[in-house]
Each structure stands twice: as C-alpha cells, then as structure tokens.
T-cell receptor
Framework: NAGVTQTPKFRILKIGQSMTLQCTQD?????MYWYRQDPGMGLKLIYY???????DKGEVPNGYNVSRSTTEDFPLRLELAAPSQTSVYFC?????????????FGPGTRLTVT | KQEVTQIPAALSVPEGENLVLNCSFT??????LQWFRQDPGKGLTSLLL?????REQTSGRLNASLDKSSGRSTLYIAASQPGDSATYLC??????????FGTGTRLTVIP
C-alpha cells in the first residue's frame, strides 16, 4: 500500500503559467482533499471530493480547479499562477466523513511562483 | 468561523521529560479532533483521533484529551525522546468535511 502519493515534489512556475498537481490514493477511499500550507500557518482546505464526479469548494478555492474522474485520482489545476500561490500543497484522503475516519496525507508538493 | 490556536509555538525539553501541548478551538460543534505530527519537509502523520463523544485516546507514550465544552485539547507525551522532535498539529473536523488546523507546536527534545 503506497497510501497517498503526490507528484511532483517540487516545482517552480513563472507568473501566468499553469500546471496540474497530481494526487493518487490506493486505499479505495471515497473522500479526497486538497490543502495548502503557507509558512508558519496551519493548513487550509482548497477543494474536496466525496466521490468520483463530485467536487466542492473549501475555504480558499480561488485560482484553482479540480476534477475527480476516478476514485483513485484527484488532480489540482492552477491556472494563471500568481506569487500568492507559493505554498506547500497537500493531498489527503479518508474512507468517509464519519467522525471515526481519519484523514491520510501525502508528502506534499512545494510550489514556488516567481 | 472556527479558529484553532496552539500554545506554545515552540518548546525545547531535555530527553526523558514528560510534556503537554495545548490546543484550543472557538466552536465546540466539532465531529472529531486529530493530532498530527509533521517532520521537516514531510507530510502529516496522524497520531490520535478523538471522536466528539470521547474524552481521551491513548497510543503508546501519547495521550490526548478532549473537553469539547471548553474548547480545549491536550496532547501528553511521556518520557520524551529525541525522535519525538517534530511539529505537532492539532485539527478539528467541522462541517463539510473540513479540517481546521492550528499553526502547530515545534518540539525539540534535547539528548
């Protein structure tokens, strides 16, 4: 079991460029999440998905898009990158939204926009 | 809006000491509370999850308590070891499957 995997580990983008952050989980979890962590701050939810074909906004969705065509994959798309999107991005998954189900996190993607 | 605060922001202790990390939250309507460990440049590892109906959870040298009515949780680490050095994050589950995170406590255990 690889758990939650993310690619790439690091990326530098120029302002205005676009990219997709990849996230895959092999635990057959229904729920998947994208968070960002700014230096010295807690994680904030960008988008989440409760199953294939269903996504919803979190606390900080502006500037991002997501899709969920399969149970395993939940890519995060950045369009027109801005310096404010410099952050570490974490993908997570959980089996359900029940209060006993913990979220499992990937290793993160460190993104710099210059 | 849920606000999660962790005190202290940083803590250094000699090896072998017992220690307590604190977490407070403003909205008591939570589903659960999780404590995570984050090593530098790494992802988060879940340590303990306390359901809203529970008062505490234990795993090895770790014990976490939850007082929902007062909006507080503590993480107790017994007999600390250098390998415990990391940042510890507290997060509460609100509605819409959203985990609200604190900014963490950076722990250093000195050999």
């Amino acid at each position: 079991n690889a758990g939650v995997t993310q690619t790439p580990k690091f990326r530098i983008l120029k302002i205005g460029q676009s990219m997709t952050l990849q996230c895959t989980q092999d635990m057959n979890h229904n729920y998947m999440y994208w968070y960002r962590q700014d230096p010295g701050m807690g994680l904030k939810l960008i988008y989440y998905s409760v199953g294939a074909g269903i996504t919803d906004k979190g606390e900080v969705p502006n500037g991002y898009n997501v899709s969920r065509s399969t149970t395993e994959d939940f890519p995060l798309r950045l369009e027109l990158a801005a310096p404010s999107q410099t952050s570490v991005y974490f993908c997570a998954s959980s089996y359900s939204d029940r209060d006993i189900d913990e979220q499992y996190f990937g290793p993160g993607t460190r993104l710099t926009v210059t | 809006k849920q606000e999660v605060t962790q005190i202290p922001a940083a803590l250094s202790v000699p090896e072998g000491e017992n220690l307590v990390l604190n977490c407070s939250f403003t909205d008591s309507a939570i589903y659960n509370l999780q404590w995570f460990r984050q090593d530098p440049g790494k992802g988060l590892t879940s340590l303990l999850l306390i359901q809203s109906s529970q008062r505490e959870q234990t795993s090895g040298r770790l014990n976490a308590s939850l007082d929902k009515s007062s909006g507080r949780s503590t993480l107790y680490i017994a007999a600390s070891q250098p390998g415990d050095s990391a940042t510890y994050l507290c997060a509460v589950m609100g509605g819409a499957n959203n985990l609200f995170f604190g900014t963490g406590t950076r722990l250093t255990v000195i050999p």
